[in-house]
């Protein structure tokens, strides 16, 4: 029965895995022992719709006399659950019911000899999802099935003969029109990335570019004042680079960025063959290049989009969990796929702004789009007012879920984990007394350095 109510789960073309003959989902026995993991994982499990949560256990004990019972179909079970003893273990394999197991270590030998799948216990919802499907339909021998990422190409990070990922750089942030986070994913991405690595945040979004405000960064050194240099040789390179790039802070040692163009009138200065350059040269000095593409695909202003994605190891497509959210998602992965024909497998999603109160799930979200999630951000309204407010980053002001999601998908593109570095304190300066630093980012442009090729009297961004 449950090969059979697997093999239609697998096949359906119905969002959550259910037939259109009635099938019913799984009986699935939980037991976790942790409040926070429970209620990381039970949503996910829930409204795919392959799944009927029958039990919550507090205890392995528990989680045996439900098997023993005989109303389950499988069982997930965690290393942080009380009483889950090497002998429990037995006992819970002799069951003869498929089972998933969240460790703190994979390679504990008591571990080894489980007839089910092991994940790390840090596993997403979507590695646990399909986990149970593979325990459930006896795959649970296939390697694949132990990883945490999803099952797109974010995942296949290309090895360095140091054993470094390098296949997803430059890595392009887009979405559809309106702002489903564009800037807001782009931006952490980087700050997480350049804890551990050398990364470089890039602003193209020509009609709108916010970085420079996201950060309090300084909008005189800016995309506009590398493309006037016009440097050629790579001595005139790293010179141009040194003087229009910034830090991203003293938490992301590594990182830097290249703010967007300030004025409208500017814009025509920057042309694809031009940031086309500028990639190539970013690739050579940084393992990451994150780039803002912003929305605005099509048009005379669009060509300089399209040259970066065409350039791009990895496309995020972000995008809000609104009905006019998903309605610009679609929009925009058409004109990708269609339009300017990119592979659908350079394609990853991440859907923003997550309410499941009000919101479709991340299942139905991926089977309407068509394309799978690389990370879900939950809506996390307080905290990204907060960070607006510091022009800081998310992540470094908040715990939140929405700074966990983030976090998780910096790990995701790295390939290991990300620590950001602690902060020193700071002065009670309190939003109020950051207001007037607003002034650098709306003040009329002053002088600065040295007249450059006919910029009268130095910086005019």
Not at 128 to 147: K, M, Y
Not at 280 to 290: D, I, N, P
Request: charged residues 25%.
């Amino acid at each position: 029965m449950a090969d059979r109510r697997w093999d239609e789960v697998e096949n359906s073309p119905f969002p959550g895995g259910v037939s259109a003959d009635g099938v019913p989902p799984l009986r699935l026995v939980v037991g976790l022992g942790d409040p926070e993991c429970e209620r990381e994982l039970l949503p996910e499990l829930s409204e795919c719709g392959a799944f009927a949560i029958v039990e919550r256990c507090l205890s392995a004990d528990e989680v045996l006399a439900c098997l023993e019972r005989g109303r389950v179909d499988i069982a997930l079970v965690s290393s942080d659950l009380h009483r889950l003893s090497a002998a429990t273990l037995a006992d819970l394999a002799r069951a003869r019911v498929p089972l998933v197991a969240l460790a703190r270590d994979p390679d504990e030998p008591r571990w080894q000899d489980l007839a089910g799948v092991v994940l790390p216990l840090e596993a997403d919802p979507r590695a646990v999802r399909e986990a149970l499907v593979a325990a459930a339909h006896g795959r649970h021998s296939q390697p694949a099935i132990a990883r945490t990422e999803p099952d797109t190409s974010l995942a296949e990070l290309d090895q360095a003969p140091e054993g470094r990922s390098i296949a997803l750089s430059p890595l392009v942030v887009t979405g559809g029109r309106g702002s489903p986070g564009r800037t807001t994913v782009a931006l952490n991405l980087a700050v997480a990335l350049g804890a551990v690595d050398p990364t470089v945040l890039v602003d193209i979004d020509l009609a709108g570019p916010s970085i420079a405000a996201c950060l309090d960064a300084d909008p005189t050194r800016n995309l506009y004042m590398l493309a006037h240099a016009e440097p050629s040789s790579p001595q005139e390179w790293e010179r141009a680079l040194a003087q229009e790039t910034q830090p991203l802070g003293p938490r992301s040692p590594h990182g830097a960025v290249l703010c967007g163009v300030p004025k409208p009138q500017m814009r025509g200065v920057v042309s694809p063959r031009f940031l086309e350059q500028i990639v190539a040269e970013l690739g050579q000095r940084y393992r990451y290049v994150v780039i803002d593409a912003g929305a605005d695909l099509l048009g005379p202003q669009g060509a300089v989009q399209r040259a970066v994605l065409a350039l791009a190891g990895q496309i995020l497509l972000v995008a809000r969990t609104d009905v006019v959210g998903l309605w610009h998602a679609r929009t925009a992965l058409e004109l990708l796929e269609r339009e300017l024909g990119i592979p659908r497998e350079r394609l990853a999603l991440v859907v923003n702004g997550h309410d499941r109160h009000f919101h479709h799930g991340r299942a139905e979200i991926e089977w309407a789009l068509g394309i799978p999630a690389a990370a879900v951000v939950p809506y996390d309204h307080a905290a990204a007012q907060r960070a607006l407010a510091a022009q800081r980053p998310l992540l470094l002001d908040s715990r939140g879920p929405a700074a966990r999601a983030l976090l998780d998908l910096a790990e995701r593109v790295h390939g290991g984990r990300v620590l950001l570095r602690p902060e020193k304190a700071r002065g009670g300066m309190g939003v109020l007394g950051r207001l007037p630093l607003l002034g650098r980012a709306f003040a009329p442009s002053q002088p600065h350095g040295n007249g450059r090729k006919g910029v009268p009297g130095g910086r005019q961004a």
